[in-house]
């Protein structure tokens, strides 16, 4: 899920549908105003897509294969997430490995 825990996909759709309406309207103003933010989110994520579509990120090594083939999977939003993880996990190396009944334990330290 991204790094998303399950109660912050509805904390973030109250929080949205908060910014255009407010308990205080009439019917008609709340589904006025709720129908512009929906046409405003809409009008965001098309333009986020267009820009995933169309563009590429900047890719700086190491591991540019794989950048390069999530940047062409994945939203602009979503690469940039997947792109701090894998810099962050290829920060380490390997510095020990041990066996032991059957498994293979190893020591990593970051760079």
Do not use: W
């Not at 790094?3 to 009439?26: D, W």
């Not at 098309?46 to 950048?67: A, G, V, W």
């Amino acid at each position: 899920m991204g790094g998303m825990r399950s109660t912050q996909r509805c904390e973030s759709m109250h929080r949205t549908v908060k910014a255009f309406v407010n308990k205080k309207m009439k019917l008609y103003q709340f589904v006025q105003r709720y129908e512009r933010g929906v046409s405003e989110i809409r009008y965001q994520e098309l333009q986020n897509d267009f820009i995933s579509k169309h563009s590429i990120p900047e890719l700086h090594p190491p591991l540019l294969n794989i950048k390069k083939d999530a940047a062409q999977l994945f939203t602009r939003r979503a690469y940039n997430k997947f792109n701090q993880e894998l810099m962050y996990e290829s920060s380490y190396v390997v510095k020990e490995q041990q066996e032991a009944n059957g498994c293979t334990f190893y020591k990593f330290v970051t760079c």
